[in-house]
């Protein structure tokens, strides 16, 4: 193993989360956001920022001197939505983006971003629209309330709160912010809620709720709380001057969300616990149960249907809105009736907001994006996708386009070398690896949920094809002529870890032939002349060389400890072998098949990139993005990019300009 010389970190700037690295004239590179003609990398990370919180975007780095421009930000799928009191903006809730999107309500835009604790769970406005409160819960660590200005001039203050805060409600005069629970602390025994004077923005006291305080809702006059208690399944009331609970409901659930009619007068509970999911309704002033409304599947008692719902109640009572996570329905329940419209809101729907002029907002996070149902219009959906999740990038062959994968939001954003999302296109399921025809005009994305390939018509930025290879494609790659595909998968109906390599073809996705692999693999590479495929085996911790004609493993070489990740050098000569284990990558002679030096990183390496002219190798690893100089074979740089992951170089970088 050759040794590593002094190494300068260059820092990266710390609010960027899902990172993709862009080499450009004059040796820039760009990243991009968990997020020209000119060349460039892109590298995939998660970085937490200030404070740690997490943001998505493109930046824009150096490589010669280390300095960071911050291009774009993206946008994280939202959790929750509020909506300001003129219904001017949208307030939505990036849980694992740590951040609240501000969004124009009329044009669908996202306008603004604002960094808050960790983990946002909730946010709600104040009465006169001026201040938005953001409850944050990571319990030990970041439990806090964000008093951010509105719609988007900053945090004025940050609250430290008692309790892992999850949603919240605010006294109709705005002078009181009402605290419950998160859903992280589901066994704690507590049953506390969480009081602020938001004159003065400070904690003024407790009130002792019931088992688990999940949800609040406050009477339109501001003396009464209704306080949905998961722990004890009871929803309470209580005097909201002296905190003393006046009576109960049982539901005889863990009731999870709660609402008033506007009136006040009714008072609507979700109950979910394994999936057996209903709405009580209850008489507001006595506590008295009116009715029990079934959801769909409230029967099917299987922890994969247990779901956070969010409930709603329209103008005059006679109709409210569940969200549910798991089944990916909005529910529009009549209440007299109890008859019940599922409506379809995109994957997982979990934020719901109503405003006054009857358009329902509901954020999906499976979607990555947010749907408008007209309620005064037979319930027409508008959808508007604006988040990412950023996965893995392919760059057309030209260096003008980038495609970069939204993991599990399910779409594939479209950059230009302006370095703006010029169309996002919706392709479901769980977009991971992809790879670009060389010609540039077809991506292939493996599409894990539903065990495909998407084909991407580049020229139409449309999804073309939809092709089953199995399980769960793991890695994909064109031959160099660009008439087949290969797909390294699961085995599909394997009781056992095993994978298969699959051809198709590439014009119509038609099954050519499938191989046995063995246990489990992950990259995948071909080499120049297309003669060969380099296979990792990390159960074995070997790289497999398959003949590309036949299928034929014709060696295996064995490497360091799981290897992750493999690329041939452009003249096919070398084999370069990320294994993350010993922070090293193998080099193996692809005449020999033998490995001939290991060199040494500073970080266990993910994904490598090599330039076109072959002298220069990028890594990325959980603690940066490593330089790597292939000809002397040792690390020469540092990005201090946390969490990085995928990364693709742009094929018309020209000699030189690593």
């Known amino acids: 193993m050759r040794g590593m010389a002094f190494l300068k970190v260059v820092p990266l700037c710390l609010t960027v989360t899902f990172f993709f690295l862009i080499a450009m004239p004059a040796a820039v590179a760009v990243g991009y956001a968990e997020n020209n003609t000119a060349p460039y990398a892109i590298v995939y990370s998660s970085a937490p920022g200030g404070g740690l919180t997490q943001n998505f975007g493109i930046s824009v780095i150096n490589i010669t001197s280390g300095d960071v421009e911050n291009a774009h930000k993206g946008q994280y799928p939202a959790w929750g939505v509020a909506i300001s009191p003129d219904g001017k903006y949208l307030y939505l809730v990036n849980e694992l983006g740590s951040c609240i999107s501000v969004m124009d309500a009329r044009n669908r835009t996202v306008v603004g971003t604002v960094d808050v604790g960790m983990y946002p769970q909730d946010a709600v406005v104040s009465p006169d629209g001026s201040r938005i409160y953001v409850s944050s819960a990571q319990p030990y660590y970041s439990d806090t309330i964000s008093v951010i200005y509105a719609p988007m001039g900053g945090v004025a203050t940050t609250i430290k ?38 004159t003065h923005n400070t904690m003024t006291g407790v009130i002792r709720a019931g088992k688990h305080p999940a949800s609040i809702a406050v009477s339109p006059d501001g003396s009464r709380l209704y306080v949905a208690c998961m722990g004890t399944g009871v929803v309470s009331s209580i005097d909201a001057e002296t905190g003393r609970t006046i009576a109960t409901a049982k539901t005889g ?55 956070i719902k969010r409930i709603v109640a329209a103008e005059g009572g006679s109709t409210i809105y569940v969200t549910d996570y798991a089944l990916n329905a909005v529910y529009a329940i009549n209440v007299s009736s109890g008859s019940i419209e599922a409506i379809d809101a995109g994957n997982s729907p979990s934020g719901l907001a109503l405003s006054h002029d009857g358009l329902l907002y509901v954020t999906s996070k499976g979607s990555g994006g947010l749907a408008i149902i007209n309620t005064t219009a037979g319930m027409s959906v508008e959808k508007a996708s604006y988040a990412m999740s950023p996965a893995y990038v392919a760059i057309t062959v030209d260096g003008k386009k980038a495609y970069v994968t939204n993991g599990d939001v399910g779409t594939v954003s479209v950059l230009t070398n302006s370095r703006e999302i010029v169309s996002t296109i919706d392709a479901g399921g769980i977009m991971n690896k992809i790879a670009m025809s060389p010609d540039g005009k077809r991506a292939y ?132 072998v990320a294994c993350p284990d010993n922070k090293t990558i193998s080099v193996i002679d692809a005449r020999t098949n033998s490995i001939i030096d290991d060199i040494g990183l500073q970080i266990a390496p993910r994904q490598i990139a090599i330039t076109p002219d072959g002298t220069t190798a990028y890594a990325t690893g959980a603690d940066g993005v490593a330089v790597i ?21 742009n094929p018309a970088m020209r000699e030189g300009q690593a």
Not at 161 to 189: E, N
Not at 274 to 279: A, H, K, L, Q, W
Not at 631 to 649: E, T
Request: hydrophobic share 35%.
């Open 161 to 198: 709160t008692s309790i892992s805060p999850g949603k919240m409600a605010i006294s109709p005069d705005g002078t009181r912010l009402y605290v419950a629970q998160s859903f992280y602390s589901t066994y704690d025994t507590s049953s506390d809620i969480m009081v602020v004077d938001t």
């Open 253 to 307: 659930r863990s009731p999870v969300d709660v609402t008033l009619s506007k009136d006040g007068s009714r008072l609507y509970a979700v109950n979910d616990y394994f999936g057996r999911s209903f709405v009580s309704v209850i008489n507001a002033s006595d506590m008295s149960m009116i009715s029990r409304i079934d959801l769909p599947g409230h029967d099917i008692e299987d922890i994969r249907y247990s779901t």
């Open 445 to 576: 994305v493996a599409e894990t949920r539903g065990g495909n390939i998407v084909l991407i018509d580049t020229a139409t930025g449309t999804v073309a094809g939809n092709w089953s290879v199995g399980a769960i494609p793991m890695d994909v790659a064109t031959s160099p002529d660009g008439s087949i595909v290969y797909v390294v998968h699961s085995r599909k109906g394997s009781k056992d870890i095993n994978y298969d390599l699959s051809t198709l073809e590439a014009a119509t996705g038609k099954a050519l032939s499938t191989y046995e692999l063995g246990g489990a693999c992950f990259g995948l590479a071909v080499s120049p002349d297309g003669k060969k495929l380099y296979v990792c085996k990390r159960d074995s911790e070997t790289v497999l060389v398959v003949d590309a004609s036949t299928g034929k493993v014709i060696s295996r070489i064995k490497t360091s400890v799981s290897p992750n990740d493999v690329k041939v050098s452009p003249d096919g000569s070398l084999v370069y």
């Open 629 to 649: 100089d292939l000809k002397d074979r040792k690390m020469v740089r540092l990005f201090s990019i946390y969490d990085a992951r995928g990364i693709a170089i």
